[in-house]
């Protein structure tokens, strides 16, 4: 598990997915949107709003994208590639995230070569919304009493400090902001 990062908790193991797994949820999310349209497209048609798909195509793909993305992570906390792939979407401190997060998170992936921000540790959509994607396995509520890779806090002073990049880290971040690596408590 090169890229996978563990953190044990009482009540389970804290994963971080892939950057494989990333990039297969990515890839069955673009199948997922395009069923997202298929089905916004018979509806309207069904219902006699035929017009609303006349509009410029490239804006409508756009709204339908942001929309699935959306709709999906704010209610389930997953898209259809998170599904298949059994990851989901989580708050840096393991909770589910709220709709300002989500709202935030999916804004984000429309910033210009957004996709590419995965060469480094985290993608933007994550650092700038403060949430990860994790494996499926993971509690709402995370209490983090170890780590297995042993990535533990620094801390000087009441600051917080990780000791894998020296970032500086929330009280109360299972995190890192800058590497997204587990934090041990």
Same mark, same amino acid.
């Given at each position: 598990?090169?890229?996978?990062?563990?953190?044990?908790?009482?009540? !389970?193991? #804290?994963?971080?997915? @892939? +950057?494989?797994?990333?990039?297969?949820?990515?890839?069955? =999310?673009?199948?997922?949107? /395009?069923?997202?349209?298929?089905?916004?497209?018979?509806?309207?048609?069904?219902?006699?709003?035929?017009?609303?798909?006349?509009?410029?195509?490239?804006?409508?793909?756009?709204?339908?994208?942001?929309?699935?993305?959306?709709?999906?992570?704010?209610?389930?906390?997953?898209?259809? !590639?998170? #599904?298949?792939?059994? @990851? +989901?979407?989580?708050?840096?401190?393991?909770?589910?995230? =709220?709709?300002?997060?989500? /709202?935030?998170?999916?804004?984000?992936?429309?910033?210009?070569?957004?996709?590419?921000?995965?060469?480094?540790?985290?993608?933007?959509?994550?650092?700038?919304?403060?949430?990860?994607?994790?494996?499926?396995?993971?509690?709402?509520?995370?209490?983090?009493?170890?780590?297995?890779?042993?990535?533990?806090?620094?801390? @000087?002073?009441?600051?917080?400090?990780?000791?894998?990049?020296?970032?500086?880290?929330?009280?109360?971040?299972?995190?890192?902001?800058?590497?997204?690596?587990?934090?041990?408590?």
């Amino acid at each position: 598990m090169p890229e996978e990062h563990s953190s044990k908790t009482g009540a !389970g193991v #804290l994963t971080l997915a @892939t +950057k494989g797994r990333r990039f297969l949820n990515l890839i069955l =999310d673009y199948v997922g949107a /395009l069923i997202f349209a298929f089905v916004f497209g018979i509806s309207t048609a069904l219902i006699g709003l035929q017009k609303i798909i006349e509009i410029n195509k490239t804006l409508l793909g756009i709204i339908l994208i942001f929309l699935y993305y959306l709709i999906c992570e704010s209610l389930w906390q997953k898209t259809l !590639g998170k #599904l298949i792939t059994r @990851t +989901k979407v989580v708050m840096i401190d393991g909770s589910k995230p =709220d709709f300002k997060h989500i /709202l935030g998170r999916t804004v984000s992936r429309f910033i210009p070569f957004e996709a590419f921000s995965f060469l480094g540790q985290l993608g933007w959509h994550d650092k700038l919304s403060n949430t990860r994607v994790v494996m499926n396995n993971v509690p709402s509520k995370i209490t983090v009493v170890s780590d297995i890779n042993n990535v533990d806090v620094l801390t @000087t002073s009441n600051k917080h400090f990780c000791s894998n990049c020296g970032g500086s880290l929330d009280e109360n971040a299972k995190f890192c902001g800058l590497c997204g690596r587990p934090i041990a408590t």
